[in-house]
């Protein structure tokens, strides 16, 4: 059974930083996956804030996170991360980590991924 749980989030300062980890099972890296997150604030649509696929590396990122946070997988551990830096109150959501293993590449649109991990809560205040 397929399984993605997040974990990492958590309370932070503006300008502060967290990595997200997303931790996979059930389902082994192939060519046809992306993994990606999303996030949610309160009274707003679901947004695709970063995605990676397995087919050649390629990654998305939602222009409003661009040079601020990174995603990367480690095969290994059957996890995929997401490094938040330089983090503003604007990034406060319930992130989730949600996959699809019918895809060669990525993009930010939720309807893609048919898979979804319970979410993680991130505050950025002071």
């Known amino acids: 059974q397929l399984q993605l749980v997040e974990s990492g989030g958590g309370l932070v300062q503006p300008g502060g930083s967290l990595r997200l980890s997303c931790a996979h099972s059930?389902?082994?890296?192939?060519?046809?996956?992306?993994i990606g997150w999303f996030r949610q604030a309160p009274g707003k649509e679901r947004e695709g804030v970063s995605c990676?696929?397995?087919?050649?590396?390629?990654?998305y990122y939602a222009d409003s996170v661009k040079g601020r946070f990174t995603i990367f997988k480690d095969n290994a551990k059957n996890t995929v991360y997401l490094q938040m830096n330089n983090l503003k109150p604007e990034d406060t959501a319930v992130y989730y980590c949600?996959?699809?293993?019918?895809?060669?590449?990525?993009?930010?649109?939720?309807?893609?991924?048919?898979?979804w991990g319970q979410g993680t809560q991130v505050t950025v205040s002071s």
């Open positions: 059930g389902f082994t890296l192939n060519y046809y996956t992306i």
């Open positions: 990676i696929s397995s087919s050649d590396g390629s990654t």
């Open positions: 949600a996959a699809d293993l019918r895809r060669l590449y990525c993009s930010g649109n939720h309807q893609d991924f048919a898979s």
